[in-house]
């Protein structure tokens, strides 16, 4: 819990993350690992929170087709997820359930199968021919995934997806981050970065903190933070809409791009793409398409009943790739934003957090690709 | 997909009252409600009740007929037995028989009246152990009645009701146990003055207090700690609680609980309107204009669903709803509307009159609101009292938090039993007033829903998704149960 | 599964009586009652076990609000015991843990609906 001489922004840290979602506090857990003494300032109960509306997917297939950097660190990320899932379970006792047994992308029809395959196979050519899928017809499909429905096209399979719980990895996350002694501050949102003397003031309603450095990882709130410290983040809000269902027994064997069961028998629905503002709320007529698909997919979900339904805001750059940067006129104020932060968790905690700490990897992260300034 | 000027959820007294004012005022009115009988929970089956004897229930309930006989008007659509799953601004999507559709409205009055308060204690999920609710809505429908050892517990009128028309029906009882802290006689003093305008209610305690000393009930007062024991097979044997400086002990089979009433504001939440901490009645209630409108233009509220005033109030309030939409919706003159207004308005003051008195003397004991540690909160996702206090403790921002990081909250009633208790929780355990901590974000479904279902308005659309990856969407709704039919 | 019936039915006004079956046998039930009603009239439960810790539980509120009397109802897996009115022939079973999804997932169900028929 915040201290009254927290509040008054007097206990020092070396550095603080601005957002608690999962990307502030995966860089946040990175350098508190590093030795750092570390903030975190997060919005309240009702912040839109992609974190807890996510589908929970660590997720390497068809990522970074036009990008293949991106891809590149997407794959690492989930190289390093073992990592990472097993030191949060040492350290808090929580078990994230994360499987990283491989995940299917189903289609409907024969021309969208086509049309990923296609696109697989030139992710295959960009990255010399190191890039594990397989194309499954119905039949072979049916092998991996029996619930499957009769009508669809087939899929793409990716060795190296999994998935993971969301809301657990929040909790554990929170809670590591609180036993190694790091500040939460749930007061936010901040409305200025003021920088002075090589350090920085942060300003939110009724108070202000100094701090040394800052993190930029407030989702959405990065677009107008990060025009204070001379960075460019034009991002705009991307709903997806997430159905979900009550547990049931076991029924799927393997995490999808649309469906995923998770280790308690829930059943998730998603996603749709709508560029909607900011509104997280749900219209009848996607979950209904939704619903349907996923009935197409899976017809033994026609007769599971639906609990609750989410609209989460994706945090879009133009392009869909993250935006890694420093500042060049206010060194020492970093940017990290995207809209894969389960997925980009564990290189979240480990490499992008020993750049920030100061370790020269940024080539080797291949940052510069990552940079704000290519809008 | 069909349009009314006015969709009326909830056919209780509220709801029915509504829709016959709107309708004599010409408007098209949807009335709908999840039971195949209108009457709401007060007035539940009145049109065909189950007890031969009518003395059991009294005439409180068999007021309702006039109600019911009274909705056989040609602008009124009754929508029964539908399930409502999700509410916009101007439509709503339902389920009859297994079969989703889609009604539009012009208004909508949301009259879906109140739920029990929660009573968390330790076993309270065992087996036999029900609510005083539960038990009439058995003799009204059933003309069921508990039978073997029976003890009735808690604080607020309906127990004392309960007890009376359970034993006018010949059931022995145990004991009625009175868990209204002692201080509470004190602290409703201050509301006299308007008891005393509600001296018909006072008399109507005082006479049930009688009764039930004539058919010699055991009636215990500054009764405290409840614990409900189970036998080997988990099914409910016995009570134990404080008293008198002691722990004692009671064989039971059935205990029926009860802590008063307080709105259902699921409804009400998932649109989004504002709602505020009743701080005497220790709930939230929407914010609400003087005619039941809430802060979302176009959607009232009425009945106990805005704040708790009972049946008559509710029936008053319906009406009151009701003229205003018409007025709106240019089916009601500006005078005969305001003259309308003034006298309802009158008769609701007075009938609410005793409120302060009771909300102050059955506001229930600390114990109720904010459980023990080993007590279970959530009883779909069996979270105890005490990881939400810890959760709250570690930092935890607020109740949407706590939801997603324990999970209460998130089984199919949807946060009904535990959402006020964690707020309170909370409040407590990071020392923050309710208001502040906040409530559940709610959102549609309002019940739980079959996909099937949900999937079955993908073909009911006029146009097509916005979603540009999703595929043609196929009609795919059906329980085989309606077909069977 | 308890046999002896914690509760008894009063004098009631005429009705028609339903049979339907719980756990494999009849049960006599009041025309326009509830199935949750219906069962503990006829003294059977507990109605399910949950899903976090196969404890005990049944009906609690009767009125829709606590989901304590989910039930299979004619095949409907996690239905509302007390929100479902009885019919003639009915077969309702017990839950126990987590709810089963039907495991025959063939080809009638999911293409061949005509469009708008549940309009």
């Known amino acids: 819990m915040m201290s009254a001489a927290a509040k008054m922004g007097r206990v020092e840290a070396d550095i603080t993350v601005i957002g608690g979602g999962l990307v502030g506090l995966a860089v946040a857990l990175g350098l508190q690992d590093r030795g750092l003494r570390v903030a975190v300032v997060d919005e309240g109960d009702l912040a839109l929170r992609a974190s807890r509306g996510n589908f929970g997917l660590v997720w390497v297939q068809g990522k970074g087709d036009t990008c293949p950097a991106y891809a590149r660190l997407s794959r690492r990320s989930a190289r390093l997820w073992g990592d990472f899932a097993a030191g949060l379970q040492e350290s808090t006792g929580i078990d994230v359930q994360l499987t990283q047994r491989g995940g299917l992308f189903i289609c409907l029809e024969q021309d969208e199968l086509q049309k990923r395959v296609d696109m697989l196979e030139s992710m295959r050519r960009q990255h010399d021919g190191d890039y594990p899928f397989e194309v499954l017809d119905p039949a072979a499909l049916r092998d991996k995934e029996p619930a499957v429905g009769p009508t669809v096209a087939g899929a793409t399979w990716g060795p190296e997806d999994g998935h993971v719980n969301p809301l657990l990895l929040m909790r554990a996350m929170v809670q590591r981050f609180l036993d190694a002694g790091g500040q939460l501050l749930t007061d936010g949102p901040v409305e200025r970065i003021e920088s002075h003397n090589g350090a920085f003031r942060l300003q939110g309603a009724g108070w202000t903190r100094e701090t040394g450095r800052v993190v930029l990882a407030a989702g959405l709130g990065n677009k107008s933070l990060a025009a204070q410290v001379g960075l460019n983040a034009p991002l705009e809000p991307n709903r997806g809409q997430v159905l979900i269902a009550e547990r049931v027994q076991p029924l799927l064997n393997y ?7 998770t280790a308690e028998g829930t059943i998730q629905c998603g996603d749709s793409k709508e ?5 997280c709320g749900t219209t009848t007529e996607v979950e209904a398409a939704i619903a349907a698909r996923a009935i197409r997919m899976f017809p033994a979900l026609e ?12 945090v879009m750059t133009p392009d869909g790739y993250p935006i890694y940067q420093q500042s060049e006129s206010h060194p020492g104020a970093y940017l990290v934003t995207c809209h894969s932060g389960v997925t980009l968790a564990a290189v979240h905690a480990g490499p992008i957090a020993d750049w920030i700490a100061g370790e020269n990897n940024a080539g080797e992260l291949e940052l510069e690709v990552f940079h704000g300034d290519r809008f | 997909m069909n349009h009314y ?6 056919a209780g007294p509220a709801g029915m009252a509504a829709a016959v004012t709107a309708a004599e005022s010409g408007l098209q009115v949807a009335l709908i409600d999840e039971q195949a009988r209108p009457g709401g929970q007060i007035y539940r089956n009145v049109g065909s009740p189950a007890l031969r004897q009518r003395e059991i229930l009294g005439p409180d309930y068999y007021a309702g007929e006039r109600l019911v006989e009274a909705l056989d008007h040609p602008q009124i659509t009754d929508f029964s037995g539908a399930m409502v799953w999700e509410v916009r601004t101007d439509t709503l999507c339902l389920t009859v028989d297994g079969q989703s559709r889609q009604i539009g409205f012009q208004r909508l009055l949301i009259a879906t009246g109140a739920q029990e308060r929660p009573v968390p204690f330790p076993g309270w999920t065992t087996p036999g152990v029900m609510t005083c609710g539960a038990a009439q809505i058995m003799l009204k429908t059933s003309g069921l009645a508990p039978n073997g050892p029976l003890i009735i517990a808690g604080s607020g009128p309906l127990l004392l009701l309960i007890a009376c028309q359970l034993s006018r029906a010949g059931v022995e009882i145990e004991a009625l146990l009175e868990t209204t802290p002692r201080r509470r006689y004190l602290e409703s003093l201050s509301a006299w003055p308007g008891a005393l305008r509600g001296w018909r209610y006072l008399l109507k305690g005082a006479s049930m207090l009688a009764e039930l000393r004539r058919r010699g009930v055991k009636h215990l007062t500054g009764v405290s700690q409840l614990r409900a024991e189970a036998d080997a097979e988990g099914q409910l044997c016995g009570l134990s609680y404080h008293r008198g400086g002691h722990q004692q002990r009671l064989d039971c089979a059935t205990l029926l609980v009860h802590q008063g009433v307080v709105p259902n504001v699921q409804l009400s939440r998932s649109i989004g309107a504002a709602h505020d901490w009743d701080e005497v009645q220790q709930c ?9 409108e809430t802060t979302q233009a176009g959607v009232f509220i009425a009945g106990d669903g805005g704040g708790i005033g009972g049946a008559l109030v509710a029936e008053l309030q319906g009406r009151r709803a009701a003229n205003r939409i018409a007025n709106q919706l240019s089916r009601l003159g500006a005078t005969e509307f305001e003259h309308r207004a003034n006298s309802l308005q009158r008769q609701i003051d007075f009938q609410l009159a005793i409120r302060p008195f009771l909300d102050r003397l059955y506001r229930p004991a600390d114990e109720f609101l904010r459980p023990s540690d080993e007590t279970l909160v959530c009883r779909c996702e069996e979270v105890r009292a005490g990881e939400i206090r810890q959760l709250a403790r570690g930092g935890c921002a607020g109740p949407n938090q706590a939801k997603a990081f324990s999970r209460a909250g998130m089984g199919p009633c949807q946060g009904r039993l535990c959402g006020l208790t964690v707020s309170q929780l909370m409040a407590e355990a990071s020392d923050r007033p309710v208001a502040e901590v906040g409530y559940y974000n709610i959102r549609s479904p309002i019940k739980p829903v079959t996909l099937g279902e949900v999937a079955g308005l993908a073909a009911d659309q006029d146009q097509q998704p916005q979603a540009p990856q ?16 | 599964m308890a046999t002896v019936s914690n509760f008894k039915r009063l004098p009631a006004n005429a009705a028609a009586e339903v049979c339907i079956w719980v756990e494999g046998q009849p049960v006599t039930a009041r025309e326009g009652e509830s199935v949750a009603a219906a069962v503990l009239a006829a003294g059977l439960g507990p109605t399910r076990t949950t899903p976090v810790s196969d404890s005990a539980r049944s009906p609690y509120c009767m009125m829709g609000v606590c989901f304590e009397c989910l039930m299979e109802i004619d095949g409907q897996a996690n239905s509302q015991g007390c929100m479902t009115a009885v019919e003639e022939g009915m077969q309702v079973r017990f839950q126990r843990g987590i709810r089963a999804v039907p495991a025959d997932t063939d080809t009638e169900k999911s293409t061949e609906k005509e469009a708008g028929e549940n309009r």
């Open chain 2, 284 to 292: 939230w209630r929407p914010r609400l204009d003087p005619y039941g």
């Open chain 2, 470 to 485: 999703i595929a043609e969407p196929s009609a795919v709704s059906n329980y085989q149960r309606s077909v069977s039919r």
């Open chain 1, 303 to 314: 007769q599971v009943r639906l609990v609750r339904s989410w609209g989460a805001l994706r």
């Open chain 1, 275 to 279: 560029d909607v503002g900011f509104d």
């Open chain 2, 5 to 10: 000027d006015l969709a009326i959820i909830g």
């Open chain 1, 255 to 261: 995490p999808n791009g649309h469906v995923r069961q």
